[in-house]
């Protein structure tokens, strides 16, 4: 394996013509993977495709000129010192500021090559043009700046900044107010009912721990395994998944922590003052990101809290 200033000019040349190749196609990959979201965005990285497909047209016309139509093949894995690229663009769930973020690395990437390509180069031609092209990439600052620039003067960034919400209460917002309702909710009955048949804060607290853990395993494996998110665009569902369960074992543990108290009144009473934070908790998520009116929203699952703890009480204390 070569490093770059190994290169001869027909392979530094020949290595410029397969990186514009190459980041022209991960561009329409961003694109195509951000279209249906994010149209706009989608549309600058087009432009961008079509920039390096006009610099790879530039390259391509000075080495026909100076070396024949005979390229030879190599490319960034074949020469030390280019960054190893993770391929982001194969990514179903793209994020924006990701496609964003990488296409800022590539720039830089571009720039040092063409910089450092130019200053080794002895044709005036090919000097000039790796020079023009280096500067370009220069130009360019940051894909980042640049497209979060464009939307900002074009009026597309509320718009699209509100499809980045949308998306963030699909993927992660829903799935784990389900987890969260449902660790808080289900949880209270079997706590109280040892609690309430015992008195023995110890045994509260292992059936607590077990329900918290076993219905976080459950609801997300309940959630991974129910939509692959491919025709709903609610994202991976393992990262669904883990969202769900992570906040369906925090909600049971809430109220399962103050048994580790040795004085059963006392941990029951701070397991009570939890619960009613809890439910507070669930009715602002569901205000804030499901559009619930509030009281509407503490009502409900007050209500429905309320009647779980009373069935855990009378039950444990039958």
Same mark, same amino acid.
């Given at each position: 394996?070569?490093?770059?200033? *190994?290169?001869?000019?027909?392979?530094?040349?020949?290595?410029?013509?397969?990186?514009? *190749?190459?980041?022209?196609?991960?561009?329409?990959?961003? @694109?195509?993977?951000?279209?249906?979201?994010?149209?706009?965005?989608?549309?600058?990285?087009?432009?961008?495709?079509?920039? *390096? $497909?006009?610099?790879?047209? %530039?390259?391509?016309?000075?080495?026909?000129?100076?070396?024949?139509?005979?390229?030879?093949?190599?490319?960034?894995?074949?020469?030390?010192?280019?960054?190893?690229?993770?391929?982001?663009?194969?990514?179903?769930?793209?994020?924006?500021?990701?496609?964003?973020?990488?296409? @800022?690395?590539?720039?830089?990437?571009?720039?040092?090559?063409?910089?450092?390509?130019?200053?080794?180069?002895?044709?005036?031609?090919?000097?000039?043009?790796?020079?023009?092209?280096?500067? =370009?990439?220069?130009?360019? *600052? !940051?894909?980042?700046?640049?497209?979060?620039?464009?939307? $900002?003067? !074009?009026?597309?960034?509320?718009?699209?900044?509100?499809?980045?919400?949308?998306?963030?209460?699909?993927?992660?917002?829903?799935?784990?107010?389900?987890?969260?309702?449902?660790?808080?909710?289900?949880?209270?009955?079997?706590?109280?009912? =040892?609690?309430?048949?015992?008195?023995?804060?110890?045994?509260?607290?292992?059936?607590?721990?077990?329900? !918290?853990?076993?219905?976080?395993? %459950?609801?997300?494996?309940?959630?991974?395994?129910?939509?692959?998110?491919?025709?709903?665009?609610?994202?991976?569902?393992?990262?669904?998944?883990?969202?769900?369960?992570?906040?369906?074992?925090?909600?049971?543990?809430?109220?399962?922590?103050?048994?580790?108290?040795?004085?059963?009144?006392?941990?029951?009473?701070?397991?009570?003052?939890?619960?009613?934070?809890?439910?507070?908790?669930?009715?602002?998520?569901?205000? $804030?990101?499901?559009?619930?009116?509030?009281?509407?929203?503490?009502?409900?699952?007050?209500?429905?809290?309320?009647?779980?703890? @009373?069935?855990?009480?009378?039950?444990? !204390?039958?």
């Amino acid at each position: 394996m070569k490093r770059v200033d *190994e290169l001869g000019e027909a392979e530094i040349l020949a290595l410029a013509i397969a990186s514009e *190749e190459e980041d022209a196609r991960i561009y329409l990959s961003f @694109a195509q993977r951000l279209r249906q979201n994010y149209p706009h965005s989608a549309q600058m990285f087009e432009e961008m495709a079509g920039e *390096e $497909r006009g610099h790879r047209h %530039s390259l391509l016309s000075l080495y026909e000129s100076r070396f024949g139509k005979e390229l030879p093949h190599i490319t960034r894995q074949d020469v030390k010192g280019f960054l190893k690229r993770n391929p982001v663009w194969l990514n179903e769930d793209l994020q924006l500021d990701t496609a964003r973020k990488h296409a @800022a690395l590539m720039e830089l990437e571009a720039s040092r090559f063409y910089t450092s390509a130019a200053e080794r180069a002895t044709d005036t031609g090919t000097r000039k043009l790796l020079a023009d092209l280096a500067e =370009a990439e220069r130009g360019h *600052e !940051s894909m980042a700046e640049r497209l979060g620039e464009e939307l $900002r003067t !074009s009026g597309t960034a509320d718009e699209e900044e509100e499809t980045r919400k949308r998306l963030f209460v699909l993927q992660i917002v829903q799935p784990a107010l389900a987890g969260l309702i449902d660790g808080s909710v289900s949880t209270l009955a079997p706590i109280f009912a =040892a609690a309430f048949a015992t008195h023995d804060s110890w045994n509260a607290f292992v059936v607590g721990l077990a329900a !918290s853990i076993g219905a976080g395993i %459950s609801m997300g494996l309940t959630e991974a395994l129910s939509d692959d998110g491919v025709v709903t665009g609610r994202g991976h569902p393992w990262v669904r998944g883990a969202a769900c369960g992570v906040a369906t074992t925090i909600g049971g543990l809430g109220h399962t922590l103050p048994y580790l108290i040795p004085d059963f009144w006392l941990a029951t009473a701070i397991a009570g003052f939890i619960v009613a934070c809890e439910l507070v908790v669930i009715a602002w998520v569901r205000w $804030r990101y499901m559009e619930t009116p509030f009281a509407s929203a503490i009502v409900q699952i007050i209500i429905g809290g309320l009647l779980v703890l @009373a069935v855990g009480v009378l039950i444990g !204390s039958s």
